[in-house]
Nanobody
Framework: VQLVESGGGSVQAGGSLRLSCEIS?????????VGWFRQAPGEEREGVAA???????RYIDSVHDRFTISRDNAKNTLYLQMNSLKPEDTAMYYC?????????????????WGQGTQVTVS
């Protein structure tokens, strides 16, 4: 299983970015969760947005109404549209695929990870 993120960069507060994650060897239509996580320096990794095993979306409160997770099953690609970015959104962003059942925004239940893409908001 390989996950490759892209789309990170540096933007000013209020700007937008769209992250992409190409997933190979893991069909996103499987009844497993896929999602986006982030980790700021000195902080624990946290779940940002995810699809649960039924295809429902979940978000942490701090990004609700600003971020949108989507996917293209034909391309096996996961996206994260990030609008109205704030300096506190600065982090390394990772996509991941769940390998055991559990809370869909809990990093502990995800066993496949990409290398990450940096998002910096100033």
């Amino acid at each position: 299983v390989q996950l490759v993120e892209s789309g990170g960069g540096s933007v000013q507060a209020g700007g937008s970015l769209r992250l992409s994650c190409e997933i190979s060897g893991y069909t996103t239509t499987l009844r497993r969760s896929v999602g986006w996580f982030r980790q700021a320096p000195g902080e624990e990794r946290e779940g940002v947005a995810a699809f649960d095993r039924y295809g429902n979306t979940r978000y942490i409160d701090s990004v609700h109404d600003r971020f949108t997770i989507s996917r293209d099953n034909a391309k096996n690609t996961l996206y994260l549209q990030m609008n109205s970015l704030k300096p506190e959104d600065t982090a390394m962003y990772y996509c991941a695929a769940q390998t055991q059942r559990g809370p869909v925004l809990s990093p502990a239940t995800y066993g496949y990870w990409g290398q990450g893409t940096q998002v910096t908001v100033s």
